[in-house]
């Protein structure tokens, strides 16, 4: 008997933890972080990790052409928004067809609360493209539902109680 298997999910595919940002922090911090992360797209959330808009590598260009070197510009500026995203239990089908349709190179993975679980891009595609021909993986993902939010230094920089010294927290 043949056995069954079931279709993947935008989960399986999905990258966590996600690179995020804030929608306070600035245009140049979010360019800072993209150059450091080597990504393309940039989901924007809000105080609480709730999905609010996604940045891109596009957006960027546009705005530091714009505003110049944007140090005080806030993402939710700039950031696109309303964005297609999707759930995490979707079929992956779902989301192939939502990122063809629409033309999309990412699309963001919410859950049912709005808080960003994940990020669905063209080279998940390809990630997956070349495990399923070779049977091996490109790279090694990082098994976590949670996201990093950006914060500038000067956040995760606090003065020292005892000495009033700058110290990394």
């Keep these: 008997m043949a056995e069954e298997t079931s279709a993947p999910s935008v989960a399986d ?92 190179t990412a699309l963001p993975v919410v859950d049912r609360a709005g808080q960003l679980v994940g990020i669905l891009t063209e080279s998940d595609f390809v990630r997956y493209v070349f495990r399923e021909l070779t049977g091996r993986t490109f790279l090694t993902a990082v098994a976590s539902q949670e996201h990093v939010t950006l914060r500038p230094l000067a956040s995760i920089l606090d003065d020292s109680p005892e000495t009033g010294e700058r110290v990394r927290s």
């Design 13 to 104: 595919l999905m990258t966590t933890p996600v690179v995020a940002v804030d929608e306070t922090e600035t245009v140049d911090l979010a360019n800072a972080e993209m150059k450091w992360a080597h990504i393309r797209h940039l989901p924007v959330v809000e105080g609480a990790g709730r999905f609010v808009g996604l940045l891109t590598q596009a957006d960027l260009r546009v705005a530091l052409t714009q505003y110049g070197r944007a140090a005080t510009l806030p993402v939710a500026v700039v950031m696109r928004h309303p964005v297609f995203t999707i759930e995490p239990h979707a079929p992956l089908a779902d989301a192939v067809e939502l990122m063809l349709d629409n033309k999309l």
